[in-house]
Structure formats: C-alpha cells, structure tokens
C-alpha cells in the first residue's frame, strides 16, 4: 500500500522560503512521476512541480524560477523548496505520486496516489 505524507509546512512572512518533504512508502518509481500540488481555499487543486523516475522537471508557471522540486530516490523522499513567497502562495499543499509516462503533467487527474496535504501560509 502506497502513503504519502507530507511534512515541513507553516506560516512565514512575504519574501521567506520553506521547504516541503514528502515521505514515499511502498512506492515503485520506475516509469512514474511525482509531484506537488497546492489547493487555496475556494479554488481548484492545482499543479506546482513534477519531476519523473530520471529526473526530468515541469513547472506551473506561477512558481518557476522560486519554487524547485527535487528528490532523493534511495531515501523515497521528495521535496519542494520554496523561496521568494507571496501571499498568493498559501495554499494546502499536496504530494501525489503515480503519474505514467504519456500522460499530462500537472494535471489532477494523472496521479494516482495523494497524500493529506501540509498547511502553507504566507502573511504580507
């Protein structure tokens, strides 16, 4: 059985930077994908970062050149380090894992497995 969680949320000031990890557990990484998503309150879930098995990197637009998704597949870790801040950052923010090959990046519908979400919240 496949679980996620996450770790590593919290509040921080406009300008700050946080980091997340996502701990993988009876996970297979070959020909699959990861990724971060984040939901804001009254808004869609939506796409952060996606990385796959060789490290190969998708970025929603709205994060690229703050935000880096990365992980370390030996530990079964993924992480997403967070810099620059705004407050249109505070979100719930989501590890999901299980994308194939072929299918579309960032997309809600690609992942097959979620974890609970860690609590992101960026003050002005």
């Known amino acids: 059985q496949v679980q996620l969680v996450e770790s590593g949320g919290g509040s921080v000031q406009s300008g700050g930077s946080l980091r997340l990890s996502c701990a993988a557990s009876?996970?297979?990484?070959?020909?699959?994908?990861m990724g971060w998503f984040r939901q804001a309150p009254g808004k869609e879930r939506e796409g952060v970062g996606d990385?796959?098995?060789?490290?190969?990197?998708w970025y929603a637009d709205s994060v690229k050149g703050r935000f880096a998704i990365s992980q370390d597949v030996a530990k079964n870790m993924l992480y997403l380090q967070m810099n620059s801040l705004k407050p249109g950052d505070t979100a719930v923010y989501y590890c999901a894992a299980g994308r194939p090959y072929g299918t579309a990046a960032l997309a809600v519908s690609s992942y097959r497995y979620w974890g609970q979400g860690t609590q992101v919240t960026v003050s002005s």
């Open positions: 009876g996970y297979t990484y070959s020909g699959r994908a």
């Open positions: 990385i796959t098995d060789i490290g190969t990197i």
